[in-house]
């Protein structure tokens, strides 16, 4: 471990968590004990986010932050350093721009093993012999991180290379940035790093932008990126940023070589990657950055190669800049998951929320693998800032899983760039622009956006309605079944159903079950069905624990709506402007009318045995599946999440579990059960099994 353990902090190992009244602390025990939870909390802040390996459980820690809190605000002693300043609550309405420390250089940069070798001849002619110091290259956004006595003072993007803006409120929301260092670090330490998003992370909070109705972010680069520029630090600490530190711009006494410097920053407690390596030989770089290209997928942050670094500060001074890049470093980059193609036309598509947006579609080409054939554009904005257009030759990117991108135009064929349509290409409403993003107006008046809801409301999101997916939907449109809005979908009669093509006796009386079983739907589901924008699947089932009935979020207040836990401003204004629109009232009475009615939350709750447990399941259970686990979880008061917190109860391990759960489950001292031990407890066959008890180590 890099951080040494202050072994002499009543609140490092094995805490008690019985305090003294506050009226009978003094002010100097009180500001001792503050200066020791503040130490405390740092170090199991370190020993939760950085190492992985927390000391004590999660309930221990929250009970010595609360007692921070209250007493550095029974005694007036809030600090900036603390850790219980970590979110500054007021949003800000710019960043300010600051100058570097140093000016922040560039790297020369190649994917060609040859240009390395070349690299590698330039050094030893021009200082002799050198050795390296080889790193992955992190795909995320360089930041300066400036520490003054050992606090941390300001966060800085890149910007031009000389200043960039202040983004230290949001960057202080990060947990495995220190906001004070450990040790005795020099009284001023700059360093450079780059803030990511780990990929898991990433596709979790893109699809919850998909299922809210909001653009996607084509990788995590642009995902970190876009989240560091949030003016409300509040919004950036709700995202899964990390960071890694891996250059020290300016020090008192800077350290003699980069090897060392790596050590003593990390024993600073700054995260830095494990994976540093160092070599006198300039082949082992070449195999380090093969290695990693193996690894690369398996990695929880993106690498776009590796870097290079002269080891010894003198020489790598010696060696000297240009004017952009430093002639010390070298990035031995990946193979491009880029390749060039023609955009044969660009096709407009509008989505459920009448979202419009441009898509690319492409003369075929293999893109590591994988045969692409369109690639989104994004927005209007973006097409018109890439000056994209038909005919011109572009660079495709893929980026993890995400969908390929039109990453720049490479050649020029054509004039200008591709126009917006003022009206829907397919109801012919015209289209709003806000900032970047159009939309048809036409709501579930266009087809397009009708049918997208219509799946939408039959999806695994919404009702589940077997046997309803996108061919069947279609032909429905078709055939002209589905006319006037959502509703129609319970009209239809089987003498309808069987003479569609394709279709028999028992199929329609299959889809028509199926439309009769769901006819009754919990309130949580029937609210995600509908597809108001911000509410997915967890804001729907909040808002029916707390209202009740349909008729009552109906009726709620933007203050009543807001009062629900996980319900912003954002979101409550959502809720209220959805149903105040008349369209959409219009649907609930034709649903009704169709005999489909949600029934009351409470209806649908059949006890309370999982009443604030939180449980997350990898792999699979014995008999149920776990979506039906799921559900009686639910319905018994309890939430089932995707990945392992610190607020998860307990992680299920079933037959051929993830191993990244069952690993996050160890780091943050999760119990896990077996799927046998489990669904006995939650069929009701046995009782809650026993947890790790407060203290306890895991
Ligand atoms: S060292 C003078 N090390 O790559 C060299 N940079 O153009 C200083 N990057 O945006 C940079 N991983 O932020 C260095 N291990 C690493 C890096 C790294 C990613 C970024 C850096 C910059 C770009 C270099």
């Not at 009754?520 to 069905?529: G, K, R, V, W």
């Not at 401003?569 to 009475?589: G, K, S, Y």
Request: with cysteine; charged share 30%.
């Amino acid at each position: 471990m890099a951080v040494e353990e202050p072994l002499d902090n009543p609140f490092v190992r094995r805490p008690s968590t019985e305090f003294t009244s506050v009226d009978e602390l003094s002010e100097e025990e009180a500001m001792a004990e503050v200066q020791a939870l503040r130490e405390a909390i740092r170090f199991h802040d370190y020993r939760y986010h950085i190492e992985h390996d927390p000391v004590i459980a999660d309930r221990t820690y929250d009970a010595l932050f609360e007692r921070l809190v209250m007493l550095e605000e029974a005694f007036d002693l809030e600090d900036p350093s603390s850790p219980t300043q970590r979110v500054a609550p007021e949003p800000i309405s710019a960043f300010e721009t600051v100058e570097h420390v140093r000016p922040m250089l560039s790297l020369d940069a190649s994917a060609e093993a040859d240009d390395v070798y070349e690299f590698d001849r330039r050094v030893r002619q021009e200082v002799g012999d050198a050795t390296y110091v080889l790193e992955p290259k992190f795909d995320g956004v360089a930041i300066e991180l400036v520490y003054a006595e050992g606090a941390l003072d300001r966060a800085v993007t890149r910007g031009d290379g000389y200043e960039g803006d202040d983004v230290t409120a949001n960057v202080r929301t990060i947990p495995t940035v220190p906001v004070e260092l450990f040790g005795d670090p020099p009284s001023l330490l700059a360093l450079r790093g780059e803030i990511y998003m780990p990929k898991d992370g990433f596709q979790v909070y893109n699809e919850e932008r998909i299922q809210t109705g909001q653009d996607p972010f084509a990788n995590p680069r642009n995902a970190a990126a876009g989240t560091l520029r949030q003016l409300d630090p509040s919004v950036v600490a709700q995202r899964p940023l990390d960071c890694f530190v891996f250059d020290v711009l300016d020090a008192d006494e800077p350290w003699e070589t980069r090897w060392e410097e790596h050590h003593a920053i990390q024993s600073f407690g700054l995260p830095v990657s494990d994976r540093v390596s160092h070599t006198e030989d300039i082949a082992e770089a070449i195999e380090y950055r093969d290695e990693l290209l193996d690894e690369r997928d398996d990695l929880e942050y993106e690498v776009d190669g590796i870097v290079i670094k002269v080891n010894e500060r003198d020489l790598r001074e010696a060696l000297g800049q240009t004017a952009r890049a430093s002639r010390g470093a070298f990035a031995y980059k990946f193979p491009a998951r880029t390749e060039e193609t023609a955009i044969t036309s660009i096709i407009v598509q509008v989505g459920r929320t009448g979202r419009v947006t441009p898509l690319a579609l492409l003369e075929p080409v293999d893109v590591g693998g994988v045969t692409v054939s369109r690639a989104s554009l994004h927005n209007f904005e973006e097409v018109r800032k890439k000056d994209v257009n038909e005919g011109d030759i572009v660079g495709v990117e893929r980026a993890g899983d995400v969908i390929p991108y039109v990453a720049e135009v490479v050649e020029k064929r054509s004039d200008g760039y591709f126009q917006p349509p003022d009206r829907c290409p397919i109801c012919e409403s015209p289209i709003e622009f806000e900032g970047p993003l159009a939309y048809c107006t036409g709501g579930r008046s266009c087809t397009a956006q009708l049918r997208e809801a219509v799946l939408y409301f039959a999806s695994d999101a919404g009702l589940d309605i077997d046997g309803l997916g996108e061919e069947t939907v279609r032909q429905f449109f078709e055939e002209g079944l589905i006319v006037d809005d959502i509703a129609d979908l319970f009209t239809i009669t089987k003498r309808e159903l069987s003479s569609l093509e394709g279709w028999g006796e028992k199929s329609a009386t299959n889809l028509l079950n199926e439309l009769e079983r769901v006819s009754n739907p919990p309130l949580d589901d029937f609210l995600a069905a509908l597809g108001i924008p911000e509410v997915g699947p967890t804001v729907a089932r909040k808002l029916a624990a707390a209202f009740g009935s349909l008729e009552a979020i109906m009726e709620a207040s933007l203050d009543e709506l807001e009062g629900v836990e996980e319900v912003g401003p954002v979101v409550a204004q959502a809720v209220r402007d959805w149903f105040d629109e008349p369209a959409n009232r219009t649907l609930i009475e034709a649903l009704d009318a169709n005999g489909v009615t949600p029934q009351t939350w409470q209806a649908t709750q059949t006890g309370d045995r999982f009443t604030d447990v939180t449980i997350v399941i990898t792999g699979s259970l014995p008999t149920l599946s776990r979506g039906d686990a799921t559900d009686i979880i639910e319905r018994e008061g309890g939430s089932v999440t995707s990945s392992v917190s610190g607020n998860t109860d307990f992680l299920i391990v079933g037959e051929n579990p993830g191993s990244r759960k069952v690993e996050d489950a160890t780091n943050h001292g999760v119990q896990t059960l077996d799927g046998p031990t489990f669904e006995s407890w939650l069929l009701g066959e046995a009782d809650r099994p026993r947890q790790a008890r407060l203290g306890e180590e895991f």
